[in-house]
């Protein structure tokens, strides 16, 4: 069974700098590399001739829609691949029929995956609402007011900026009551804790996994609860969309592969089952509580007044205000070899993701690094 230690010995990256950007892209362990690496050489070569690239590539895809759908508690007919979260995003929102005047409700805390899809249905016709927050918490007040007429409510699951969960399941209830749809943005939980997706409630949920889950880029994945599929539409149809692409007149798949277009690379898919695999070898328990363990040390040594976080952590990220945080950012990569990222908001925010593979020596440097030159 593979340990902390052993994922982190296994990241070529530990062995020049001290890696806590993981809330932007996990770097991917070797195994999983190589995973990719075989699954290119397995489709390209082997397959070639038996059965031939096609029919490998169909029966992957389902393999590997069964991986994710059991690590995410739900059916395997409810999860699409995708190529990242924002493609799931933008997959969910060509999927409505849409009509001027329709409101979509945000937070004021969403990455521009959960921002830019709405703007282009603004010139559209659509109206755009934004819920105000503080300090990563939702004006629940707001929120019910912006969702009452609602066609569709997008928000994030665990806040990208804060580092703080927003209470799902009890704002998925609030916009159902309201006959809006609900579409998550959960990229920063999967390979962080357990998830059982479907005990949100919610009717899509889109991730990825270069991140907490340390597969490579590529590799997205969406979940549409079953009793919904049907209602959505893809905008963009190809011939993995549909149960027979010849047919005069089209059929949509009954699932979640409806979603899905074309010719995709396999080798993304491999590295997630294969991080998948990793991950659950460890225990999603052990790394829950490896990296609440770091995220407590860092808070414990930051200057109360200088945490963006709560006091108490929610996550793996935690941000915290620096003076000037571009040329702070700078500084802990050139003369202490730690890696973190500057966000475009709260002001003057820097952001450490502590991950399975962080150890508190790479705490400790940071909390160094930032006294010399943020603080």
Same mark, same amino acid.
């Given at each position: 069974?593979?340990?902390?230690?052993?994922?982190?010995?296994?990241?070529?990256?530990?062995?020049?700098?001290?890696?806590?950007?993981?809330?932007?892209?996990?770097?991917?362990? @070797?195994?999983?590399?190589?995973?990719?690496?075989?699954?290119?050489?397995?489709?390209?070569?082997?397959?070639?001739?038996?059965?031939?690239?096609?029919?490998?590539?169909?029966?992957?895809?389902?393999?590997?829609?069964?991986?994710?759908?059991?690590?995410?508690?739900?059916?395997?007919?409810?999860?699409?691949?995708?190529?990242?979260?924002?493609?799931?995003?933008?997959?969910?929102?060509?999927?409505?029929?849409?009509?001027?005047?329709?409101?979509?409700?945000?937070?004021?805390?969403?990455?521009?995956?959960?921002?830019?899809?709405?703007?282009?249905?603004?010139?559209?016709?659509?109206?755009?609402?934004?819920?105000?927050?503080?300090?990563?918490?939702?004006?629940?007040?707001?929120? @019910?007011?912006?969702?009452?007429?609602?066609?569709?409510?997008?928000?994030?699951?665990?806040?990208?900026?804060?580092?703080?969960?927003?209470?799902?399941?009890?704002?998925?209830?609030?916009?159902?009551?309201?006959?809006?749809?609900?579409?998550?943005?959960?990229?920063?939980?999967?390979?962080?804790?357990?998830?059982?997706?479907?005990?949100?409630?919610?009717?899509?949920?889109?991730?990825?996994?270069?991140?907490?889950?340390?597969?490579?880029?590529?590799?997205?994945?969406?979940?549409?609860?079953?009793?919904?599929?049907?209602?959505?539409?893809?905008?963009?149809?190809?011939?993995?969309?549909?149960?027979?692409?010849?047919?005069?007149?089209?059929?949509?798949?009954?699932?979640?592969?409806?979603?899905?277009?074309?010719?995709?690379?396999?080798?993304?898919?491999?590295?997630?089952?294969?991080?998948?695999?990793?991950?659950?070898?460890?225990?999603?328990?052990?790394?829950?509580?490896?990296?609440?363990?770091?995220?407590?040390?860092?808070?414990?040594?930051?200057?109360?007044?200088?945490?963006?976080?709560?006091?108490?952590?929610?996550?793996?990220?935690?941000?915290? @205000?620096?003076?000037?945080?571009?040329?702070?950012?700078? @500084?802990?990569?050139?003369?202490?070899?730690?890696?973190?990222?500057?966000?475009?908001?709260?002001?003057?925010?820097?952001?450490?993701?502590?991950?399975?593979?962080?150890?508190?020596?790479?705490?400790?440097?940071?909390?160094?690094?930032?006294?010399?030159?943020?603080?």
């Amino acid at each position: 069974m593979p340990t902390p230690a052993d994922i982190r010995d296994s990241v070529p990256v530990f062995e020049d700098v001290r890696y806590l950007n993981t809330g932007a892209s996990g770097p991917s362990p @070797r195994w999983i590399v190589e995973a990719a690496q075989r699954e290119i050489e397995a489709h390209e070569w082997g397959a070639a001739s038996d059965p031939g690239p096609y029919p490998h590539a169909f029966g992957f895809y389902e393999d590997v829609r069964a991986d994710i759908a059991d690590f995410l508690g739900a059916d395997a007919g409810e999860i699409a691949l995708t190529q990242s979260t924002a493609d799931g995003i933008t997959r969910i929102a060509g999927g409505i029929e849409w009509e001027s005047g329709d409101t979509i409700v945000r937070t004021d805390l969403e990455h521009p995956a959960g921002v830019l899809p709405w703007k282009r249905l603004e010139r559209q016709g659509c109206a755009v609402r934004v819920v105000p927050t503080t300090d990563g918490r939702l004006d629940r007040e707001a929120y @019910r007011d912006a969702v009452a007429d609602a066609k569709l409510v997008c928000l994030s699951a665990l806040t990208w900026n804060y580092g703080t969960y927003l209470p799902v399941s009890e704002l998925v209830a609030e916009a159902h009551d309201a006959g809006a749809y609900v579409l998550v943005d959960a990229v920063q939980v999967p390979g962080q804790t357990p998830l059982d997706v479907t005990e949100w409630g919610a009717d899509a949920v889109a991730m990825a996994s270069h991140k907490w889950l340390l597969g490579v880029w590529g590799a997205g994945f969406l979940y549409v609860d079953g009793d919904v599929i049907d209602e959505f539409h893809p905008g963009r149809i190809g011939y993995r969309s549909v149960p027979d692409p010849e047919a005069d007149e089209y059929d949509l798949k009954p699932g979640a592969a409806r979603f899905e277009v074309g010719t995709t690379n396999l080798a993304p898919y491999a590295a997630l089952s294969a991080s998948i695999d990793l991950l659950e070898d460890v225990g999603l328990d052990t790394v829950d509580a490896h990296i609440n363990d770091l995220a407590e040390r860092f808070v414990d040594g930051a200057p109360a007044d200088r945490l963006y976080s709560p006091a108490t952590p929610e996550s793996g990220l935690v941000t915290v @205000r620096v003076d000037d945080a571009e040329s702070t950012v700078e @500084r802990l990569r050139e003369e202490y070899g730690v890696v973190v990222r500057s966000l475009p908001d709260p002001a003057g925010a820097v952001r450490a993701s502590l991950h399975v593979y962080n150890t508190a020596e790479d705490v400790d440097r940071l909390l160094t690094g930032l006294r010399e030159t943020g603080w």
